[in-house]
């Protein structure tokens, strides 16, 4: 049980749990494709992984384009000649009530969290059918779990995400692993993205209040990662004990 020398893509990868996640990866042996928008702040993170001895690439990353998903999976087969696993963790959250009408948080929500993801799988998916292997993780949401007001339609997207990667789990035969991870309350910048002030100014106290770090999920993603490659863990929820 060991993901050293995997090639692993992760979206978000500039903060949070994707950038978690990366470190983690990286310390354990794999090499790690850093995706996200802001290539400053991967650059940065690229070469504290080196420093630490680890192997990083990077491509600024906006899920939201297909080019931009297809252009970050070519970087790994390019640096590394493959790409074993893709992690689709890019996620935004700008939740509010229904009747706030915050119609372009909504679709912003399902561009990056819905759109996002599925660009993700359809640009690994010719690579994982060319090396008759690969793995997909889609990070999903507890808020898909349990439904809340002003999550509606962040919990939406999350769901149709899960629903997505269970049609695909089906299809994905031998060769194919596929895997959703359902975090909780994580210490993240989760509530910025959040417009409507009140709604995120009590995410963030609930935040402080009981988050765990992203550091834990990282973990869940190795696990599933880690297993044998005729072992695949299909869902894993990652939250806080003190969570509802």
């Not at 106290?205 to 880690?226: K, Q, T």
């Amino acid at each position: 049980m060991t993901i050293e020398g995997k090639v692993v893509a992760i979206t978000g990868a500039s903060s949070g749990i994707g950038r978690a996640t990366a470190k983690l990866l990286a310390e354990r042996g794999a090499l790690v494709v850093l995706g996200a928008r802001r290539e400053p702040v991967l650059e940065a993170l690229a070469e504290e992984i080196a420093a630490a001895g680890g192997r990083a690439a990077f491509k600024a990353t906006d899920v939201r384009r297909r080019g931009d998903l297809e252009a970050l999976v070519s970087t790994a087969t390019e640096r590394f000649d493959r790409l074993d696993v893709i992690i689709n963790n890019a996620g935004i959250g700008p939740i509010s009530r229904f009747d706030a009408l915050r119609v372009e948080d909504w679709d912003a929500m399902i561009d990056v969290n819905l759109r996002g993801t599925l660009y993700g799988i359809a640009a690994a998916l010719p690579v994982f059918a060319r090396q008759k292997h690969g793995h997909v993780i889609n990070v999903v949401s507890t808020a898909g779990i349990k439904i809340v007001p002003t999550m509606g339609v962040y919990a939406a997207t999350k769901n149709a995400v899960r629903t997505a990667t269970e049609a695909l789990r089906q299809e994905a035969g031998a060769n194919l692993r596929v895997t959703e991870i359902s975090p909780g309350m994580i210490s993240t910048n989760f509530a910025d993205s959040i417009t409507e002030p009140s709604t995120r100014q009590s995410i963030a106290e609930r935040l402080g209040d009981i988050a765990i770090s992203p550091e834990a999920v990282a973990r869940g993603i190795l696990y599933a990662i880690e297993q044998p490659s005729d072992v695949e863990v299909g869902s894993i929820v990652i939250r806080p004990t003190a969570q509802d």
